[in-house]
């Protein structure tokens, strides 16, 4: 037996095979697309849609560039999950079909809120997340938190081209707030009435930027509590912000499970009338990690680390709070001029029936901040220290956007830790 004809013969039909793999694949690249169909829309826009994506009749098939679309409608508030068909034609081409599954958009939400010393507060209001079938967020809310509050706002991020909108946003918002100084503390009634205009950017399908400025007036009125003579009774102070919002976005959607890596970095610079309030810088940076484990499992993370000016006042900005950062702390009961914070939690989905979610988690909150004028080895010091672990749930809804019912049941296990429950509309983060 001839071995040496065996193998050359094995050896050609080896080359065959490649060869004519890499010309179907050559020739499949020379595909064309004949027509995109948009199907599944009912309140979006066909014309919408097709403003956003890339590919277009008379092009060249593309998976990467399809997958890139499919991405991009999936992040859209209207679209709960796209995916694309290939119907093969004659003469080299084909029909691309992009199909979509609609989210329902017009929303009520609520926050509540309240722990062991707090007195209840909530949240209510109703947006709409596609307003005229184009994305546009129409939303206005009432609080009440010792006092009531409302405000406004719209947000179209397309409102001009496939990249560039604009937000506009009105508040009258009034609660009472905690002022620490000299180890006391005092009540005021604080009022922050004032608008903002942002334009927003989208450079790509990760990352956007917005920019922009607001004009507001900040009132101070004692209420009670501890006084001091270097903190006047009443303020009303005039001032200016201009916010700088940089968002990389490399997360992957698959209805309410997240899975990847995002970045937002959030700049102000807040300028004031009056030397009580001083002018500051002030910046922080959202760094969130999402993994996906096993089929119904998910893990989430949030690093946020802030700084600003560092001015000796009663009235820093960042605040220790229920809403913001570790749950079950209660609201605004410490502030500082620094912070770190890291929020983690693994969500696993207990009951998946049709287009009904219940959903569990454990979470651990920690967090230490920088007192005002003080240093950084504030952060390290153990009565800055707060560490939260908890339990909650998730009631979700998969075709209805933002529909997750939470609660979540905080225990403070580091120095005077409280514990509360904190209702909300959505993830915590």
Not at 31 to 51: H, P
Request: hydrophobic share 40%.
């Amino acid at each position: 037996m001839n071995y040496d004809l065996i193998a050359s013969n094995k050896i050609n039909k080896i080359l065959f095979i490649v060869m004519l793999f890499v010309g179907l694949s050559v020739q499949g690249q020379n595909i064309e697309v004949a027509e995109l169909q948009i199907t599944g829309t009912k309140r979006t826009k066909t014309s919408f849609v097709e403003k956003l994506v890339t590919i277009r009749q008379g092009m060249l098939l593309d998976s990467v560039v399809m997958n890139k679309d499919i991405l991009r409608l999936k992040k859209l508030p209207s679209i709960s999950h796209a995916s694309y068909n290939v119907k093969a034609m004659p003469n080299e081409q084909c029909v691309v079909q992009y199909v979509i599954e609609e989210n329902f958009t017009l929303i009520p939400f609520a926050n509540l809120f309240s722990s062991s010393n707090d007195n209840f507060a909530f949240r209510v209001g109703l947006q709409e997340f596609n307003s005229f079938g184009r994305n546009i967020t129409l939303g206005a809310f009432y609080q009440y938190d010792n006092y009531s509050s409302f405000g406004v706002g719209i947000r179209a991020p397309y409102l001009f081209t496939d990249k560039l909108g604009l937000a506009l946003n009105y508040n009258d918002f009034t609660t009472l707030e905690p002022v620490f100084f000299e180890d006391d503390t005092a009540d005021y009634k604080y009022s922050n009435t004032g608008f903002e205009l942002l334009a927003l950017y989208e450079f790509n399908l990760f990352n956007r930027m917005e920019f922009g400025f607001s004009f507001f007036t900040e009132d101070y009125t004692y209420v009670e509590g501890a006084t001091s003579a270097g903190v006047p009774l009443n303020l009303n102070v005039d001032k200016h912000l201009f916010k700088f919002i940089y968002d990389y976005n490399g997360l992957d959607y698959y209805y309410h499970y997240l899975d990847g890596f995002r970045s937002q970095l959030n700049l102000q610079y807040v300028g004031s009338t009056d030397d009580n309030l001083p002018e500051f810088l002030i910046g922080f940076n959202d760094f969130t990690f999402f993994k996906r484990i096993g089929d119904r499992g998910n893990w989430a993370n949030r690093l946020r680390l802030g700084l600003a000016s560092n001015v000796d006042s009663p009235f820093a900005p960042f605040t220790v709070d229920n809403n913001l950062n570790i749950r079950g702390v209660g609201n605004t009961i410490d502030r500082g001029t620094g912070m770190i914070v890291l929020n983690t939690e693994y969500r696993h989905t207990m009951v998946e029936k049709n287009n009904f979610v219940l959903q569990g988690n454990f979470f651990v909150d920690g967090g230490t901040w920088r007192n005002p004028a003080g240093g950084f080895d504030d952060l390290w010091e153990s009565e800055n220290l707060r560490i939260y672990p908890g339990v909650g749930l998730r009631f979700m809804h998969k075709r209805i956007f933002n529909a997750i019912f939470r609660i979540d049941y905080g225990f403070g296990i580091t120095k005077d830790g409280d514990n509360g429950i904190v209702f909300g509309i959505g993830q915590y983060f």
